[in-house]
């Protein structure tokens, strides 16, 4: 049996799923019953695309998109698109100045509000090829100031007492309420992608918050990711 399936046929599917084209043909200054005529459908179909109760495809989207004047995702997608919190460097993150406007990635699946990436950016040669690799968090326990009971034994990004810098790594709790970590400099794999034991550790650390990576996303590109335009 053959289950090969193209990208195309995946995501057009039969299921029928909240989206933005409502919201964006009112921000076009369109009426459905214009952009039924341009689509060459009848206004009760647009009706049904906007609603959710009709699914349409990929094609019908950019078709939609080029008439309203907006990208295709902002169609298929009806959650916000996640912020990019920073880029990881080693176990460091810098943080993305976002006094010239934020940026922002749509995903293929529902994302909350509070979630953020940050995108693996070695400069070490060695690490490159890791590079572009999309890390998941919530960005509750930041503005709380907090660490996320959720945390421990696991792949974190967190904020160290007295320590203007944002980092990855393993945290683990310790009697009286500090922390050890353990660092990876190798982006948590070798490059055979096999998983690498701490290559530094840290003990009696105080944090200022923790949260811990809920996703990875190996290949952004294949599953569809893509940067928004406006």
């Known amino acids: 049996m053959n289950l090969q399936l193209n990208r195309v046929e995946l995501n057009v599917g039969a299921l029928q799923m909240p989206n933005n084209l409502e919201l964006m043909i009112r921000k076009s200054g369109l009426l459905r019953k214009d952009v039924a005529t341009q689509m060459g459908i009848r206004p009760e179909t647009v009706s049904r695309h906007c609603s959710g109760a009709l699914a349409f495809s990929i094609d019908q989207a950019k078709l939609y998109s080029a008439i309203i004047g907006c990208t295709p995702q902002d169609i298929l997608f009806s959650q916000n698109a996640v912020p990019l919190f920073g880029k990881l460097n080693n176990d460091f993150v810098n943080v993305c100045d976002i006094s010239n406007g934020e940026t922002s990635y749509h995903v293929p699946f529902p994302a909350s509000s509070d979630m953020r990436f940050v995108i693996a950016d070695h400069q070490a040669q060695d690490k490159k090829w890791a590079n572009g690799r999309m890390y998941m968090f919530s960005y509750k326990s930041v503005l709380e100031q907090k660490v996320d009971d959720n945390s421990f034994m696991r792949l974190c990004i967190f904020k160290i007492s007295h320590d203007d810098k944002i980092r990855f790594g393993v945290v683990y709790p310790e009697p009286g309420g500090t922390f050890s970590i353990g660092f990876n400099k190798d982006s948590h794999t070798d490059s055979d992608g096999k998983s690498l034991a701490h290559n530094e550790i840290q003990n009696h650390l105080d944090l200022v918050w923790c949260t811990?990576?809920?996703?990875?996303?190996?290949?952004?590109?294949?599953?569809?990711?893509?940067l928004k335009t406006h």
Do not use: E, K, S
């Open 212 to 226: 811990p990576i809920l996703n990875c996303l190996m290949q952004p590109d294949l599953l569809g990711v893509v």
